[in-house]
T-cell receptor, first 111, second 114 residues
């Protein structure tokens, strides 16, 4: 089955700097890759997603890149703000089926 | 436009009791997924249901756990004879008709087994 690995497990950045979180997946049949942000005690919230027919997608300060050949995808957050502090999860799925999540990255933005 | 709803938000059970967790998907969504999140861990898939059908239950423990999504009413995740290791946050997510992969999560039910 699919396996998703996520790095780093924790990331501390200074406010205004960029943050990058990387994920790799094992099943080449996976074709949908969302990123979720989860604040303490809250639900996971979708922040951006990408499908396998696209290499890059951007939404304001957030961007995701996908390399199908290498089977990895990354989340980029620019101009980080304290409210970006949270746990970020990447995930992979095939054809709208179950999401397989990475272990999560704790992002701390220091002001 | 109400989002995914779950109840109860918090549930306390003693060992050996039953836990029933409910999930109402977003309006117009017919696919429901259940995930479990152990303390300070990631989300693990449990089961995927459509109305009256279990599509994928590969993540469900073989014993004590069951799920349903009847024609009318919410999806229910049932845990019989709970043990302390069942303590976790249980999230459901929903998506629209087949072909739309985006899953929207509910607020979760936090189960504590004493």
């Amino acid at each position: 089955g699919e396996n998703v690995e996520q790095h780093p497990s924790t990331l501390s950045v200074q406010e205004g700097d960029s943050a990058v979180i990387k994920c790799t997946y094992s099943d080449s049949a996976s074709n949908y890759f969302p990123w979720y942000k989860q604040e303490l005690g809250k639900r996971p919230q979708l922040i951006i997603d990408i499908r396998s027919n696209v290499g890059e997608k951007k939404d304001q300060r957030i961007a995701v890149t996908l390399n199908k050949t290498a089977k990895h995808f990354s989340l980029h957050i620019t101009e980080t703000q304290p409210e970006d502090s949270a746990v970020y999860f990447c995930a992979a799925s095939m054809d709208g089926n179950k999401l397989v999540f990475g272990a999560g990255t704790i992002l701390r933005v220091k002001s | 436009n109400a989002g995914v709803m779950q109840n109860p938000r918090h549930l306390v059970r003693r060992r050996g009791q039953e836990a029933r967790l409910r999930c109402s998907p977003m309006k117009g969504h017919s696919h429901v997924y259940w995930y479990r999140q152990l303390p300070e861990e990631g989300l693990k898939f449990m089961v995927y249901l459509q109305k009256e059908n279990i599509i994928d239950e590969s993540g469900m423990p073989k014993e004590r756990f069951s799920a349903e999504f009847p024609k009318e009413g919410p999806s229910i995740l049932r845990i019989q004879q709970v043990v302390r290791g069942d303590s976790a946050a249980y999230f459901c997510a929903s998506s629209p008709l087949s072909g739309e992969e985006t899953q929207y999560f509910g607020p979760g039910t936090r189960l504590l087994v004493l």
